[in-house]
């Protein structure tokens, strides 16, 4: 069974720059897209960032890009997102995720996925 695990979350100011890590197991393969997703107070869990564990194919959302970088160590299991360049609209609740099969259009779309972690809070201030 898939588990997942999230870390590295915490308070950082405006401009500055955190690392999200994700430990993950259970994986049967390597036939699956893993993601990060953000919920804040009032707003829908929506899709960051995912990445294709077989291709390393790498996809972001309009509001993280050229901001955020998702990336996967095989060897270790482990998800990562760096985050560079904080804004104010950045605070909530960051989750990573997986499914089997492709990431290709579906990837930012939360209720693909099967398996989850718990979460770790982002916090920015200004």
């Known amino acids: 069974q898939v588990q997942m695990e999230e870390s590295g979350g915490g308070s950082v100011q405006a401009g500055g720059s955190l690392r999200l890590s994700c430990d993950a197991s259970g994986f049967n393969g390597d036939f699956y897209c893993m993601g990060w997703f953000r919920e804040a107070p009032g707003k829908e869990r929506e899709g960051v960032a995912g990445i294709d564990m077989r291709t390393r194919a790498a996809y972001y959302s309009d509001s993280v890009k050229g901001r955020f970088t998702i990336s996967l160590d095989n060897a270790k299991n482990t998800l990562y997102m760096q985050m560079n360049s904080l804004k104010s609209e950045d605070p909530a609740r960051y989750y990573c995720?997986?499914?089997?099969?492709?990431?290709?259009?579906?990837?930012?779309?939360?209720?693909?996925?099967?398996?989850w972690g718990q979460g770790t809070q982002v916090t920015v201030s200004s």
């Open positions: 995720a997986s499914k089997g099969g492709t990431c290709i259009s579906v990837w930012a779309r939360p209720k693909n996925y099967n398996h």
